[in-house]
């Protein structure tokens, strides 16, 4: 059981790319035959490990034995025994791959200590007492909210966007603005909790202002560039398109920052800083958890008083909001750039084998989940060979060498997610 291929189920949310434009649509129906993708379908994510919402199953077996199932019965064989002491007997990661149309909600995810504490407090609203860190890489061009601004951006949109100043009062500005050399933390949460606790009708009429602003203005907007002008501008009016007259354009669009990754770039997303996917398709991993505090573009819940008291209020430029992919001595033979998040949960690999050449990875002292986002081939693990194909999953067991042949007409790549306990 060094090699079993997965089959694994997509989640159709409505912010998911329609039919065959989605890559989830396209990898579920390989990891999938029986499903036949609909192109008015909103395919949004593929859930790759053991969660039990969507557990991944073992292809072609006749009992739908599911992966959770093999690992419960022989957790020291498919973990190993020091995965199992660590995070018990189930991957301590969630695979998955996001294909991502409209606006995913602005959010942040608790640490342990606060995730036991709410879920013993509120378990519908936040279901299970872990953490949840995540990491994005994209796997075409992708946008999305990461952590604060700097403050000195945020000033500057108090200073020319009439709208945010209104919304928040003139006085919690004038506040912002002399004490955030002094307390930066203590002064980014109040401006926070003065924006986040505003009335509901305040928001709308202010957020309808705001786009009527950005749309007239164009590159003049807030101020211009390099911080303002057209670029946020549209951000603001496609962003409000898609949730009209919601706190996210503030809270968002205004004091978070804007990133744009592309192919193969990623971004670590770390407990209590606030985030949010706009567009694209990416590889996510996290932490086994579905614990979310939402902040804006949702008709979900939103946890305003937790939300403002926990959050880090961190602040960063957008270029210390990437990682930086780091070489992995353990891979032969051709490309192979690792990324690895600081925390014990999970790291990725990312191997990227041009045709007609082969690479292999010396053994990891763990459980792995491969996906195949291009091209194709063959994998041998210890003597068994499979063949490749783009949206095919594989889970890899402990301690295994693994070879991958490429022989499409493009390069083969595939991302492994997996847990080494040093």
């Not at 990461?146 to 919690?172: A, Q």
């Not at 004091?255 to 694209?280: C, Q, T, W």
Request: hydrophobic letters at 40%; glycine letters at 8%; charged letters at 25%.
């Amino acid at each position: 059981m060094s090699l079993i291929q997965l089959q694994c189920g997509a989640q159709t949310y409505d912010w998911g790319k329609l039919g065959s434009s989605s890559a989830v649509a396209r990898f579920a129906a390989k990891s999938d035959p029986s499903l036949t993708i609909s192109e008015e379908t909103p395919y949004a994510e593929l859930w790759m490990g053991t969660h039990p919402s969507v557990p991944s199953k073992v292809l072609g077996d006749t009992n739908s034995t599911t992966l959770r199932q093999l690992i419960s019965a022989s957790p020291d064989k498919l973990l190993t025994p020091a995965v199992e002491h660590k995070f018990g007997p189930e991957l301590p990661f969630l695979f998955k791959v996001l294909s991502i149309r409209k606006a995913l909600s602005i959010q942040a995810h608790p640490d342990k200590e606060l995730g036991a504490q709410l879920h013993a407090s509120d378990p519908a609203h936040y279901p299970d007492a872990n953490h949840k860190p995540e990491m994005a890489i994209a796997l075409t061009d992708f946008e999305g909210f990461c952590g604060f601004r700097p403050l000195s951006e945020i000033e500057h949109f108090l200073e020319t966007v009439p709208e945010f100043r209104e919304l928040v009062g003139d006085e919690s500005a004038k506040q912002f603005a002399s004490e955030r050399s002094a307390d930066p933390k203590k002064a980014l949460q109040a401006l926070f909790g003065r924006l986040m606790r505003s009335s509901d009708d305040l928001v709308a009429s202010k957020a309808a202002d705001l786009v009527k602003r950005a749309e007239s203005e164009g590159p003049k907007f807030a101020g211009g560039a390099p911080i303002g002008g057209t670029d946020l501008a549209n951000l603001l009016v496609r962003l409000n398109g898609q949730f009209p007259n919601d706190i996210g354009l503030f809270c968002g669009g205004l004091m978070l920052n804007f990133v744009r990754l592309n192919k193969g770039e990623a971004m670590f997303l770390r407990a209590k800083d606030p985030h949010a996917y706009i567009s694209g398709d990416i590889i996510e991993c996290m932490a086994a958890s579905d614990n979310v505090v939402r902040a804006g573009f949702t008709p979900k819940f939103k946890d305003v008083d937790n939300l403002v008291d926990m959050l880090t209020y961190s602040t960063a430029p957008v270029s210390e909001q990437k990682m930086v992919a780091q070489s992995f001595p353990r891979a032969h033979g051709a490309t192979a750039k690792l990324f690895d998040p600081p925390i014990n949960e999970f790291s990725v690999l990312e191997s990227v084998v041009p045709s007609g050449e082969t690479q292999t990875v010396d053994g990891i002292e763990g459980p792995s989940v491969v996906i195949i986002s291009q091209g194709a081939g063959e994998i041998t693990v210890a003597g068994e060979s499979k063949k490749l194909e783009e949206g095919y999953v594989f889970f890899i067991g402990p301690n295994e060498k693994v070879e991958v042949k490429s022989s499409g007409k493009e390069d083969l790549t595939l991302y492994r997610a997996f847990c080494e306990v040093n």
